[in-house]
T-cell receptor, first 111, second 112 residues
Framework: DVKVTQSSRYLVKRTGEKVFLECVQDMDHENMFWYRQDPGLGLRLIYFSYDVKMKEKGDIPEGYSVSREKKERFSLILESASTNQTSMYLCASSLRGEKLFFGSGTQLSVL | QKEVEQNSGPLSVPEGAIASLNCTYS??????FFWYRQYSGKSPELIMSIYSNGDKEDGRFTAQLNKASQYVSLLIRDSQPSDSATYLCAVNTYYGNNRLAFGKGNQVVVIP
């Protein structure tokens, strides 16, 4: 089975902090994605990557950056956390962009 | 127009009944369609994928695709309380390296 692991299940940070969310997949998938999910707004794509060191902006990239130095790892960075970035963050991976396999999510609270 | 729309509000069905969910999409070039189930507090999990017009059955789930009308639906037969969840429709929009567009989801509540 594909395993997508997110480093933290719950995270509490202060406004202005730099936040790193880590995601690791063990199936050699080319594509990796970061989504955030908010009530009433559904899943929104922040960034995705289709290869090492490659990245593409999704629908809501503002305030975020990403890093993919190795194929199995995709990091989401909040440069200066703000309260409106309080959300559930979901990492996903796929082979050739088809079926997505999701991690268990990180509930981030920015105070 | 949003890429993927799921317009129905929460759906309550009695146990044993059929739950029917609908989804429309805007990109005529879309080729791949998925239904994900998400339990409260959990991440989405894939339950059905469909690529060609018609019906695809998997256990109690049937996905239906009509590309001419640009809709995809999900039927849950013999609904069980364990089917109570939010169901997300996802469509491969075929631009930008195969990213999926998701609908906002439909909540299904199965009443024992």
């Amino acid at each position: 089975d594909v395993k997508v692991t997110q480093s933290s299940r719950y995270l509490v940070k202060r406004t202005g902090e730099k936040v790193f969310l880590e995601c690791v997949q063990d199936m050699d998938h080319e594509n990796m994605f970061w989504y955030r999910q908010d009530p009433g707004l559904g899943l929104r794509l922040i960034y995705f990557s289709y290869d090492v060191k490659m990245k593409e902006k999704g629908d809501i990239p503002e305030g975020y950056s990403v890093s993919r130095e190795k194929k199995e790892r995709f990091s989401l960075i909040l440069e200066s956390a703000s309260t409106n970035q309080t959300s559930m963050y979901l990492c996903a991976s796929s082979l050739r962009g088809e079926k997505l396999f999701f991690g268990s999510g990180t509930q981030l609270s920015v105070l | 127009q949003k890429e993927v729309e799921q317009n129905s509000g929460p759906l309550s069905v009695p146990e044993g009944a059929i739950a029917s969910l609908n989804c429309t999409y805007s990109d005529r070039g879309s080729q791949s369609f998925f239904w994900y189930r998400q339990y409260s507090g959990k991440s989405p999990e894939l339950i059905m994928s469909i690529y060609s017009n018609g019906d695809k059955e998997d256990g109690r789930f049937t996905a239906q695709l009509n590309k001419a009308s640009q809709y995809v639906s999900l039927l849950i037969r013999d609904s069980q309380p364990s089917d109570s969840a939010t169901y997300l429709c996802a469509v491969n929009t075929y631009y930008g390296n195969n990213r999926l567009a998701f609908g906002k989801g439909n909540q299904v509540v199965v009443i024992p």
